[in-house]
Structures are given as C-alpha cells and as structure tokens.
C-alpha cells in the first residue's frame, strides 16, 4: 500500500556531510511515525533514528546522537536524515521505514515498523 524511495547516498568523506532523503506514496504520511535504520555487512539491522507523527518527538542512536539529525515534511511527504561527521563505521545500507499505526511517540523497534525502503547505499571513506 505504501512505498517509500530512498535518495540521496553515495560515497563521502569523513568531516563532510550526507542528507538522505525518502519520499512516500500510497497512505497518509502525516498518520505514520517514521524510522531510519542501517545494516552493515555482516551487522544486524541497526536503528538510527525514528520521528512521530507530528515531529515533535525524536530517537536517536546513542552511536549518532549529535551528528544525524531526522526531519519530516509532511507537505512533501518525506522524510530526511542529515548526517553530519559521518565516520567510517557508519558505512552501511540505509533503509527509511513508516509505522502505519503508531500511538504519539517514535518507535525504536524495527518490527514496529509496516512499510520500507528498498535501501540506500552510504560509504563514508577518504
């Protein structure tokens, strides 16, 4: 019912910085909470950041806590992650997800979430 698509990865480089950014169709975007995750090789999946429904409440991965920032505009039903000081070990495939019917809060859990990305690929080298 929903689909969301990734954009925005690519190589960069330490000290530098990313947005990614997932635009959704299919549902009501402003009715979902909405997560970042990443898996790396080898890794389990990794939450990294997750939004509720009217942005005022936000998670963040203690790995990335003060250097990704996640956003949402509801107008253009998307939502973004900014990576700023990206590191090596941040190298990983990144997936947006939706919660079709989360309560007011941001779920952390990955099966919490209905609906995701196909994935971006963001490699943080020098």
Same mark, same amino acid.
Request: glycine residues 12%; proline residues 5%; contains cysteine.
């Given at each position: 019912?929903?689909?969301?698509?990734? #954009?925005?990865?690519?190589?960069?480089?330490?000290?530098?910085?990313?947005?990614?950014?997932?635009?959704? #169709?299919?549902?009501?975007?402003?009715?979902?909470?909405?997560?970042?995750?990443?898996?790396?090789?080898?890794?389990?999946?990794?939450?990294?950041?997750?939004?509720?429904?009217?942005?005022?409440?936000?998670?963040?991965?203690? #790995?990335?806590?003060?250097?990704?920032?996640?956003? @949402? !505009?509801n107008?253009?039903?998307?939502v973004?992650?900014?990576?700023?000081?990206?590191?090596?070990?941040?190298?990983?495939?990144?997936y947006?997800?939706? !919660? @079709?019917?989360?309560?007011?809060?941001?779920?952390? @859990?990955?099966?919490?979430?209905?609906?995701?990305?196909?994935?971006?690929?963001?490699?943080? #080298?020098?």
């Open positions: 019912q929903v689909q969301l698509v990734e #954009s925005g990865g690519g190589l960069v480089q330490p000290g530098d910085s990313l947005r990614l950014s997932c635009a959704a #169709s299919g549902g009501t975007f402003s009715s979902y909470a909405l997560g970042w995750f990443r898996q790396a090789p080898g890794k389990d999946r990794e939450t990294v950041a997750s939004i509720n429904r009217s942005g005022g409440i936000t998670y963040y991965g203690d #790995s990335v806590k003060g250097r990704f920032t996640i956003s @949402r !505009d107008a253009k039903n998307t973004y992650l900014q990576m700023n000081s990206p590191k090596p070990e941040n190298t990983a495939v990144y947006c997800a939706a !919660d @079709r019917v989360p309560g007011w809060s941001a779920p952390r @859990r990955a099966s919490e979430y209905d609906y995701w990305g196909q994935g971006a690929q963001v490699t943080v #080298s020098s």
